[in-house]
């Protein structure tokens, strides 16, 4: 699958990105017939033109490409119907529908899907609510899904938001490098790597030369009953 890209601020200057703008009625304008999928599991959406424009960067030039070539309908082969129906279903009543449990390894995996969904579709208000959900269960559960970490590197690329808030969620709250240690098998190279680097950019850092070895306590690396240190000579 196609890994996603953050979009720059120019492109981002006049989607909505919170949850105050909304269209129109007579934004919503004419229906376009939209297929996701491929093969017997492909199905096929109608979906309002002036709200995907309104919420979609993607769709904005993709609608005009399809009206300037004269084509029927926008086909989407390499995404998931079930990701779709969610989307097209926030898309008319503005709140996230039910994406399962959070105790359940597939609501994880609808909430990684559809965020990455967003962000190859220049959704951003759809991936702030959808980011807004995946914390709150992280809050709610004191877990973070390690088997759909796999997923999200695959699907997104370096710098990506939902990336960065991972590794740095678990560094702070999960104490990650303990995970790496405990269970490497559930982490992808990529994974690791982003996870180890954001550990040794952010280990502590000693204000002193470390080659004046004079200045060092020692007591630092000695092995000493709680409380007690070296006399100082």
């Known amino acids: 699958m196609t890994s996603t890209s953050t979009p720059n601020t120019s492109e981002m200057a006049t989607l909505p990105s919170t949850p105050d703008?909304?269209?129109?009625?007579?934004?919503?304008g004419t229906i376009v017939q939209i297929t996701v999928g491929q093969g017997d599991g492909a199905q096929t959406f109608r979906v309002f033109k002036g709200s995907l424009r309104f919420?979609?960067?993607?769709?904005?030039?993709?609608?005009?490409?399809?009206?300037?070539?004269?084509?029927s309908e926008l086909q989407l082969p390499h995404d998931e119907p079930?990701?779709?129906?969610?989307?097209?279903?926030?898309?008319?009543?503005?709140e996230l529908p039910p994406v399962g449990d959070p105790a359940s390894r597939d609501g994880w995996a609808r909430l990684f899907k559809l965020w990455c969904f967003g962000a190859r579709r220049n959704i951003p208000l759809l991936q702030n609510e959808t980011m807004d959900t995946i914390s709150r269960w992280m809050e709610e559960?004191?877990?973070?899904?390690?088997?759909?970490?796999?997923?999200v590197w695959e699907n997104t690329t370096k710098g990506a938001l939902l990336r960065?808030?991972?590794v740095k969620t678990m560094w702070a709250r999960f104490k990650g490098a303990g995970s790496l240690i405990r269970s490497p098998e559930r982490?992808?190279?990529?994974?690791?790597?982003?996870?180890l680097l954001y550990g040794l950019e952010n280990r502590p850092v000693y204000q002193r030369d470390p080659t004046r070895f004079?200045?060092?306590?020692?007591?630092?690396?000695h092995l000493h009953e709680?409380?007690?240190?070296?006399?100082?000579?």
């Open 21 to 28: 703008q909304q269209p129109s009625r007579s934004d919503l």
């Open 55 to 71: 919420y979609s960067g993607y769709f904005r030039t993709a609608i005009e490409d399809m009206e300037r070539s004269h084509a």
């Open 82 to 94: 079930e990701t779709f129906d969610l989307f097209r279903r926030w898309l008319y009543t503005r």
């Open 141 to 151: 559960t004191c877990t973070i899904p390690t088997a759909g970490l796999c997923y």
């Open 164 to 166: 960065t808030f991972l």
């Open 187 to 195: 982490y992808s190279p990529e994974v690791m790597y982003d996870m």
């Open 214 to 221: 004079e200045d060092l306590d020692p007591c630092e690396w």
């Open 226 to 233: 709680e409380g007690v240190r070296c006399k100082d000579e």
